[in-house]
């Protein structure tokens, strides 16, 4: 079962790129570069593709991507970016880690980034609604969602009071996120158990830390490294009975009781607004980054079941996605 609920949402009227040369005739498809974190195929890449439709943009008409994949090594990015560079590209998108080149990609090409992290913090842009440089885009990371997710669980599994937290500290925004959600669980009557993994390495300690102080819930700050934990997460919430909420779907999909968040696939889409405005003349500067626009609620009744846990109906029904 699926719906999906939007929390904002912004109409398009679907025009064709001006990208016309003085004579009337269609210019060359102007060439788009995309940095991902990732290895291929990577699903937000579709979803930008998907995004720029929206737009009016057809690949092979009006653009041409080129894409470089890092991997998940951090330490490609400098190498991929400047091949991006040399291909001539108008404008530059990066997903996930590779905003960690955007201010220096910034410098050639305008940058569009899609990252879980605060780009504030990050040092990317100045602020969200004046970037105030060569770089804009979208940002994962809305606080305000950070409360619902214990108060999801809280309904979830009323008896929960001490929840541990699996937390990266150079993930851009942490420290914040770890405030709101401290002071959503002293609202709620929990105890947080805090505990920080900087390297996968870090995770085996980090959960046996959590079992041992009694935990009878679990979450984790979504970023990258967490999120490639996500089954090893989930699993160990399962054998330890501990009730689960994540940020993201696929921690949900993994075997995580419950995800709240954004919408990954929209999420990436957006970046095709972006794209376009600065395709007709637009600067990021003049851009304001955005926060996602819309959220989902699943919930893995599959778990819910190894867990002895009954779902409350009125929970279950305003799901998004429930896994069966």
């Known amino acids: 079962m699926r719906r999906r609920r939007l929390v904002a949402t912004s109409t398009a009227m679907l025009l064709a790129p001006a990208l016309a040369c003085a004579q009337g005739q269609a210019a060359r498809p102007v060439r788009i570069g995309y940095l991902s974190a990732f290895e291929a195929p990577d699903r937000d890449v579709d979803a930008l593709r ?8 057809v690949e092979g008409a009006s653009y041409t991507l080129e894409i ?3 991997e998940r ?9 400047d091949e991006l560079l040399a291909t001539g590209i108008a404008v530059l998108a990066v997903g996930g880690a590779a905003w960690q080149v955007a201010s220096r990609a910034g410098q050639r090409v305008p940058v569009v980034f899609a990252m879980s992290g605060d780009p504030v913090e990050a040092g990317i842009i100045a602020s969200l609604p004046r970037p105030g440089g060569n770089v ?14 214990l108060s999801l669980l809280k309904e979830a599994a009323p008896g929960i009071r001490r929840v541990g937290v699996v937390s990266n500290p150079q993930h851009a925004g942490e420290r914040n996120e770890r405030r709101v959600t401290e002071e959503a669980a002293h609202e709620l ?7 920080q993994i900087r390297d996968e390495a870090d995770i085996v300690p980090a959960l046996a830390a959590i079992r041992d102080a009694g935990c009878d819930g ?26 689960s909420v994540f940020g993201w779907r696929n921690f949900a999909a993994a075997g995580g009781l419950m995800s709240y968040g ?18 007709r003349g637009a600067r990021p500067a003049d851009l304001p980054a955005e926060l996602p626009r819309s959220i989902e609620l699943v919930i893995n009744q599959r778990t819910a079941r190894r867990l002895d ?6 929970l279950a029904s305003r799901a998004d996605e429930v896994i069966e």
């Open 262 to 279: 954004p919408v990954r696939h929209d999420t990436y889409a957006r970046m095709g607004y972006f794209i376009d405005r600065i395709l």
């Open 136 to 149: 804009t885009g979208i940002s994962f990371l809305a606080l305000d969602l950070v409360p619902k997710r």
């Open 50 to 57: 998907a995004g720029l439709r929206t737009f009016g943009h």
């Open 73 to 81: 090594r951090l330490d490609r990015f400098g190498a991929l970016l």
């Open 309 to 314: 846990l009954t779902i409350p109906h009125i």
């Open 218 to 243: 679990l979450t984790a700050f979504p970023e990258a490294l967490t999120s490639a934990a996500a089954a090893r997460l989930a699993d160990f919430a399962i054998e330890n009975a501990m009730p």
């Open 189 to 195: 009557g929990i105890e947080i158990v805090y505990r």
């Open 68 to 70: 470089r994949y890092a």
